[in-house]
């Protein structure tokens, strides 16, 4: 539940608007080719996590299946990205607070938004404020955790049929499909400009915005496998968790952006001005999810849109309650590797929180959202948001890359794959194959996501780009070269009998 609950936050309420200027038929496509990845990528995760049942076992396939050198930079990288995230959650979180409460102004009760706005006068006390919170609400038991985040999955689920229904009665009763049949909005806009030929820009539009901020979208989706190893009777529960996950890909993911490109231009200015000048004050009344109510006649000051922004909110702070439980399970995979200090491996007697690797992961992500104070701050924080990105787009690229190997180790020892508890139950290709075609679509992916840099070269753009990726590639070199191990062990050493689960088949 924590994992269908997480897929639902910052990335479809925010991050989907870069993805709408592309128009109609390109978002679509965009979404439906990046879901099918995610299909691949989720179903690669529950085989082996059933077989194998790991503490963060999405971050310890590495190791068993490709090499510790793959397995040490992937997960650093991965683990930080977790708490850059949290500092960028943290930063949001109050913006939107913030906005929130201005907007409030309006509406008849607003000596409580003033007394409000009184307190939100210094952003770093109210991010520590709330980093404390979140803080401690991580080291309590899971079970309590997760009691939480099951309570906030259920507002969340249930504000996304609520939204799908009320835009549905509303695009049919008043909007219809007027930006459908318009010829120059349906194929969206040109955000990037690089040359004089529309044919190429609309390329490079989809190479690197409409596709890559699909990716941004769908990030945490492998997140169902960090929480495996905590998951009681994983070969009942975790394939209907994933099948759960598809379900709602489908009708959350897809059906909101049909609803969205219907109900909102391509051209719209809240979209357009806010990716020209992202500016976090106005990234609340920009969600397209605000914008397409207010496009269709609901009062900007009504309630019903001041509840739409608490809900995203409420999404935001569970978004960042999720970063520090993934970024220390993360961390504890490296750890029981032997390939990080033990002692942020310790853990609360009985419960079993690694109470250590959860204050490390989140004071990262408190310094993080301090540093955002500090305009000085701006490039080193453009480096880190990117290096968010592509380390998500890495662990897909080694999940996939897991999946082949943890396939060829079962070969090897005569294992037949029909026999495993769960295996994919619907593929467009064999699994195998659709690994192979995750793994080139994300390397295409990660490589396209700074091509506007063969007309307009900026080493800035660069290295935010492609930084990320380079430190992988140089250091598993740099590891593979020290310990005297391959990048690629061969598969007579894949051990898949140790740790293999009782219920494996």
């Known amino acids: 539940m924590i994992s269908i609950g997480g897929i639902i936050g910052t990335g479809l309420f925010i991050g989907i608007r870069q993805t709408l200027t592309n128009g109609p038929i390109i978002s679509i496509i965009s979404y439906m080719y ?26 310890q396939f590495q190791f068993k299946f490709i090499s510790n050198p793959v397995g040490i930079m992937n997960n650093f990288v991965y683990w930080i990205s977790w708490s850059v995230t949290l500092g960028l959650e943290l930063s949001l979180i109050y913006e939107l607070l913030c906005q929130l409460i201005i907007s409030m102004d309006s509406m008849p009760s607003s000596s409580m938004s003033s007394m409000a706005a009184s307190w939100l006068g210094d952003k770093s006390s109210v991010i520590a404020v709330t ?26 689920v249930g504000f996304m049929v609520t939204w799908i229904g009320l835009s549905i009665w509303l695009v049919f009763t008043g909007v219809g499909f007027t930006n ?72 959350f993911y897809i059906g909101s952006l049909i609803l969205l490109t ?63 439980y993934f970024g220390s399970r ?23 929180v690694p109470v250590y690797a959860i204050l490390l992961t989140s004071f990262i992500g408190l310094v993080i959202a301090l540093l955002s104070n500090f305009k000085s701050a701006g490039i080193f924080l453009t480096l880190l948001i990117n290096l968010s990105a592509t380390s998500g787009l890495l662990m897909w690229l080694f999940i996939s890359i897991s999946y082949l190997r943890f396939r060829k180790a079962l070969e090897y020892n005569n294992i037949n ?39 307009q070269f900026s080493w800035d753009s660069f290295a935010s780009c492609y930084l990320t990726s380079i430190v992988v590639v140089v250091g598993v070199l740099y590891f593979s070269f020290k310990w005297d191990e391959p990048v690629l062990r061969s598969v007579d050493e894949i051990d898949i009998f140790t740790n293999q689960s009782s219920n494996a088949f």
Request: a negative charge; aromatic letters at 10%.
């Open 330 to 352: 993360c961390l504890i995979s490296m750890i029981e590797e032997g390939y990080f200090w033990r002692v942020f491996g310790k853990t609360i007697m009985n419960s079993g």
């Open 131 to 156: 980093w404390l919170a979140l803080t401690s609400a991580n080291l309590f038991p899971v079970n309590y955790y997760g009691e939480v985040e099951f309570m906030v999955t259920i507002i969340k």
């Open 34 to 59: 990046i879901s099918m990845l995610c299909y691949y990528i989720i179903t690669a995760v529950g085989e082996m996590s059933c077989f194998m049942p790991l503490n963060g076992s999405l971050c």
């Open 417 to 455: 794959h029909g026999d495993l508890v769960y295996t994919s139950s619907f593929c467009c290709f064999p699994m195998k194959q659709s690994s192979w075609i995750s793994i080139v679509s994300i390397v295409g992916i990660i490589l396209s996501n700074g091509i506007v840099n063969i007309w």
């Open 262 to 324: 219907l109900m909102i231009p391509s051209n719209d200015p809240q979209l357009v001005s806010n990716n020209n000048n992202d500016s976090s004050s106005n990234m609340l009344m920009s969600s397209p999810f605000v914008v397409g109510l207010i496009n269709c006649g609901i009062g900007n000051g009504s309630y019903l849109i001041q509840i739409v922004n608490f809900v995203i909110l409420t999404s935001m702070i569970s978004a960042a309650n999720s970063n520090i």
């Open 180 to 251: 459908w049949l318009n010829f120059e909005l349906i194929w969206g806009i040109n955000t990037i400009e690089v040359v004089n030929s529309p044919v190429l820009n609309k390329l490079v539009n989809i190479l690197s915005s409409s596709i890559v901020s699909s990716c941004f979208t769908f990030q945490s989706i492998e997140s169902v496998g960090i929480c495996s190893g905590e998951i009681e009777n994983i070969g009942q529960n975790l394939p209907k968790a994933i099948k759960y996950i598809v379900m709602r890909i489908l009708v």
